[in-house]
């Protein structure tokens, strides 16, 4: 059963910082995809960010470039999302994701989700 853990979120004022970490087991970490998604109340689950296997070219939400930052640590099987000048309109529920295509199928891994909350 694969599993992630979830960690780094909470409360933080307008203008902060956050790192979550998002360490993951029971499938091979390095030939998936991996991404943040986050959901705020009453609006749909949206991509915050995806880093692929090879850690080349992250992608980013139009709404996140210079503010946050994925990475991957495979060796640890673990991926990051720093946020910093963080806004009232971040506060969501942030989730990892996996996705791995293996032809002619393809995985996709949910983490349980974390909430962070931007308030003053």
């Known amino acids: 059963q694969v599993q992630f853990v979830e960690s780094g979120g909470g409360l933080v004022q307008p203008g902060g910082s956050l790192r979550l970490s998002c360490a993951a087991s029971?499938?091979?970490?390095?030939?998936?995809?991996m991404s943040w998604y986050r959901q705020a109340p009453g609006k749909e689950r949206e991509l915050v960010a995806t880093i692929p296997r090879a850690s080349d070219n992250p992608i980013y939400a139009d709404s996140v470039p210079g503010r946050f930052t994925i990475s991957r640590d495979n060796a640890k099987n673990t991926v990051y999302l720093q946020m910093n000048s963080l806004k009232p309109d971040d506060t969501a529920v942030y989730y990892c994701?996996?996705?791995?295509?293996?032809?002619?199928?393809?995985?996709?891994?949910w983490g349980q989700g974390i909430q962070v909350t931007v308030s003053s």
């Open positions: 994701n996996a996705h791995g295509t293996f032809w002619p199928r393809t995985y996709t891994y």
């Open positions: 029971r499938f091979t970490f390095r030939d998936y995809d």
